[in-house]
């Protein structure tokens, strides 16, 4: 390439932000790479940044961006991206904690008045390029990690400085860890009889003693990253302590160590944390499973159990997830939102919430119907406490995950998996059955899914009016046809027409709800049963949600 094709080449202009504050601005013609060492025309002075992190290149279509497969990775608008293009001037890319953008005439970069992450993507030819001199990484891996729509609301991972300090550290959080577990052999200290929480204190007093000598080469605030990192894999479940604690998320979804997902505000979103390898998710896996008295492991690939905050977890493993260990934890809030808390959201109107109020107390039986995450249970939450002080409650769960304060008349009962040797179940349907015998006023059941049906819909019909239930479908007369299903399961040759009048005197107020597209969850329409006429059960609506243009 000769000096006059050189002059030739544009010229684009790199405003560099860092977290301190400072603002360097650069030029460079393309393409131009991005690292610490000497050799890159964008130097980061940062131990985050890898030699060659990435590069900037100019296409047809506009300039792009790739990372060569860095630990800590490249981020462009919050999203952990391969390669992607072409930028915008408005896009932001984050090369450890290094703000960069570019900027450059209107025929070069596209000036919209909102950034794009996925506009030509499907246009990028993924051949393979040319690799940097003195570059070792393969510059082929121009697979997109994850998009998002620009339409779509921006989401902030408060974890994202994190995620890429730990991932670039490991080395130095296994001296962290070892330094620990020496300083506390040094002291001698029985630490048999502290809680969690002194336990984990006394930790962080003794690494804050061990890195004031030992680990002067690390900047102060990346440390504290670093120690309370450690010290959620010591004393906690690693990598995923953040997003546990982060109240905005409601669902944690870990398709496999290098893949996760998280529902916010009702939307699913990619996640920049990463697992190191599939044996530190395993490991994160059987310490919450331990805790709850559980495994998971070839012989029996699949486990429930519940944390101690009551989120709800699901782990899958081979050889029936085919690639590698899933989990899946479902969050509850601390608090019980109460039903003008759901008005505030606009899950269902004023007036709605009164009729709901006074159905409650009117003792009519309420089935609450509804698709996965729509928000079945959080309805029922609040519902019950409508329920009279006075009145002896009995929730039944499979997971327990309804809450009532300690002072009402109020028991709670879970059903319970059998044991490694195949003894010791006890299923919902028992757990009904037992009700029976406890003398209660209402039972509530948090999901009705097998021949549990059946004892349900009796003790609605022998005294028990004013329970409640939850079940999974798309709408009134669908949940009427499933419940008849349900009820099959527990007697079977039990005549339709006989278990459709057993419903018709049971339930009396059908709630139905539904998650927008927009992820707003609603009622969406309520519905009684006025009997049976030709022998189909005859239901009215009373309620009916109209769909607005913000929820579509």
Known sequence: MNDT????????DFTLQFQDGKRECL????????????????????????????RFFQLAEGVYVEDFGSVSGT?????????????????????GSCKIRVSQSASILKKDTEPSLHSSL?????????????????SNSCLVESVQDSNKERTHFPSMDRVSSIHLHQDLIERLRLALFQGLDLRKQDITGMSGNDLRQFARQLMNDIVQIEFTEVPTD??????????????????????????????????RFDQVFVERHGLLLPHPLRFSSESSLRTVIDRMLQSAGKRVDESSPIADARLADGSRVNAVVPPIALHGA????????????????????????????????????????????????????????????????????????????LRLPVSTNHVSLEARPSNAEGQGQVTIRDLVKNALRMRPDRIVVGECRGPEALDMLSAMNTGH?????????????????????????GQHGLPSAAIREQIASAIDVIVQLKRMRSGKRVISSIACITGIESGMLQLQTVFEHSETVSEQ
């Open 465 to 489: 009016e004013g329970s409640m239930a939850t079940l999974h479908a798309n709408s009134p007369r669908d949940a009427m046809s499933r419940l008849e299903t349900l009820v099959m399961m």
């Open 326 to 401: 899933s989990l899946t934890i479902r969050k509850f809030p601390e608090r019980r939102m109460p039903l003008e808390g759901m008005v505030k959201q606009q899950v269902m109107s004023q007036e709605t919430c009164d009729d709901l109020k006074q159905a409650v107390l009117n003792k009519q039986s309420i089935l609450i119907s509804g698709g996965t995450g729509t928000g079945k249970t959080t309805l029922l939450n609040a519902l019950m406490s409508a329920i009279p002080p006075s009145e002896r409650l009995i929730t039944i769960e499979d997971s327990a995950e």
């Open 5 to 12: 094709h050189l002059e030739d080449r544009p010229l684009f």
């Open 122 to 138: 499907a246009g990028l030819d993924h051949t393979t390029t040319s690799p940097i001199p003195g570059d070792h990484h393969n």
């Open 222 to 255: 990346e440390m504290e990253l670093l120690i309370n990192s450690m010290l959620d894999e010591v004393f906690g479940f690693g990598l995923i302590e953040p997003l546990l604690s982060d109240p905005g998320v409601n669902e944690i979804m870990v398709n």
């Open 27 to 54: 030029s460079s013609t393309l393409p131009c790479t991005v690292g610490r060492s000497l050799e890159n025309p964008i130097r980061i002075r940062s131990w985050r940044v890898s030699k060659v992190h990435a």
């Open 75 to 95: 981020c462009l608008n919050q999203i952990r991206i391969s390669r992607a293009g072409p930028l915008q001037a408005r896009d932001e890319i984050v090369i």
